[in-house]
Structure formats: C-alpha cells, structure tokens
Nanobody, 121 residues
Framework: QVQLVESGGGLVQAGGSLRLSCAAS????????MGWYRQAPGNERELVAR???????TYADSVKGRFTISRDNAKNTVYLQMNSLKPEDTAVYYC???????????????WGQGTQVTVSS
C-alpha cells in the first residue's frame, strides 16, 4: 500500500546540521499527515515534527527554532532540516505517514525503517 524510504542520517558535531528525507510510494493512497519521530536509547519514541497536506506544522518544544519540517507533495517526500544540533538530539529518527486508502476506504499509519542521527560534543 505505502512504502517509506528514509535517508540523510549520519554523524555530525554539535552545532552542525543534517537534513533527513522520507519518500513515500505506493498506489491508491492519499497522504493526510507526514512526520518525524525519534527514539534515543532508554527513552520512549517521541514526536519531533509533523506536517499536514495543507502545510500546518507541529514541533516538539525541544526542537522549535532549530528544526524545520517541509514536504514536496509532487514527490510525496517529507524533509526535516536540523540545525544547531545538540548531543541530546542523538537518536534513531523514524518517518511516519498517515494515509487514506482510496479503494479500501481505510486510514493507516506507516513507519520508515529509521535512520541514525549521532551528534558528538
């Protein structure tokens, strides 16, 4: 139905920047929301940022002013620009998509494979 492919993770020094990408593919679907979650060792998975098809955005308080979420509807791709990175941003970042199946008339959440972001001090 929907497949997600993430890219852009890596190792960066504190104060540096990274951009994550997540491309959605499939058939007979319409995307309602696209977002990013992260999970650090020993912690629960938490919402980082989310964007609707219309462009409405939501950010975690810890990343406001540093991270920017955006999407390219033509490419079915969501991006997360991460600036002024801190060691506490170190985590596995997961792409999340909520999509409506146009044939089955059902809504489902889909997850990417996760990409590691490591910020050194």
């Amino acid at each position: 139905q929907v497949q997600l492919v993430e890219s852009g993770g890596g190792l960066v020094q504190a104060g540096g920047s990274l951009r994550l990408s997540c491309a959605a593919s499939g058939s007979s679907f319409s995307i309602d929301y696209m977002g990013w979650y992260r999970q650090a060792p020993g912690n629960e998975r938490e919402l980082v940022a989310r964007i609707t098809s219309g462009g409405t955005t939501t950010y975690a308080d810890s990343v406001k002013g540093r991270f920017t979420i955006s999407r390219d509807n033509a490419k079915n791709t969501v991006y997360l620009q991460m600036n002024s990175l801190k060691p506490e941003d170190t985590a596995v970042y997961y792409c999340n998509v909520v999509a409506w199946h146009k044939v089955l008339f059902t809504s489902h959440a889909y997850w990417g494979q996760g990409t590691q972001v490591t910020v050194s001090s």
